[in-house]
Every structure is written in C-alpha cells, then in structure tokens.
C-alpha cells in the first residue's frame, strides 16, 4: 500500500507564488512517476504536471508551462510543485499521484493523495 500526502496549499494573490509537497510513503519503488493534477469546481480533473523519480523525464500541461516547475528529493520520495505567476485559473485542488509512467492520463496513476486548495484571488 501506498499512501501520498499533499501540503502547502493556500491563498495567493495573483502573480504570488506557492510550493506544494507530495510525500510518498510506504510500499513505493526507485523507477516510478509522480504527478500532479488539479480540479477546479464543476470541471474534470486536469494533468498538471509530471516527473520520474529517476532520470529526466518530465512533462508539464501547455497551462503551466514556464510558470511551473515540478522537482523531486527521490531519497525522500517526495515531489515538489513550484508554482509561480500564479493567475485566478489556477484555482483548484491540486492532487499528486504515483503510477509507473510520467503521462498526462489520470487512469495510468494508481495511487492519488487527498488534495490540497489553492486559490488564486484577483
């Protein structure tokens, strides 16, 4: 079993910045991915970014890139996402998750973390 836990969301005002953690526990591998996705009220759930915990793979959604910058401490299997510019479209609760590849389908992942809220105000 694995178990994910999200922190450092909150309230921001636009062009602000946050970081976010993920911390991965439990029955976890070296060669896995980790990924983050948000979903704002009334909407599907949104790839984010992504990243494996070995190498350089890494891929961001259109949205975020440039603004966001996903990182990782594989000693400590946790994944950070760096957000900065933050605008009042990134409003969601942001999720990390932990599959075995880094891609933008939610499916693929078979671990997800609670969630954590970031709002953007104007």
């Known amino acids: 079993q694995v178990q994910l836990v999200e922190s450092g969301g909150g309230l921001v005002q636009a062009g602000g910045s946050l970081r976010l953690s993920c911390a991965a526990s439990g029955r976890t591998f070296s060669n896995y991915a980790m990924g983050w996705f948000r979903q704002a009220p009334g909407k599907g759930r949104e790839f984010v970014a992504a990243?494996?915990?070995?190498?350089?793979?890494?891929e961001y959604a259109p949205s975020v890139k440039g603004r966001f910058t996903i990182s990782r401490d594989s000693a400590k299997n946790v994944v950070y996402l760096q957000m900065s510019g933050l605008k009042p479209e990134d409003t969601a609760v942001y999720y990390c998750?932990?599959?075995?590849?880094?891609?933008?389908?939610?499916?693929?992942?078979?671990?997800w973390g609670q969630g954590t809220q970031v709002t953007v105000s104007s």
């Open positions: 998750a932990k599959g075995p590849e880094v891609t933008t389908r939610p499916y693929v992942y078979d671990y």
């Open positions: 990243i494996r915990m070995i190498g350089e793979d890494t």
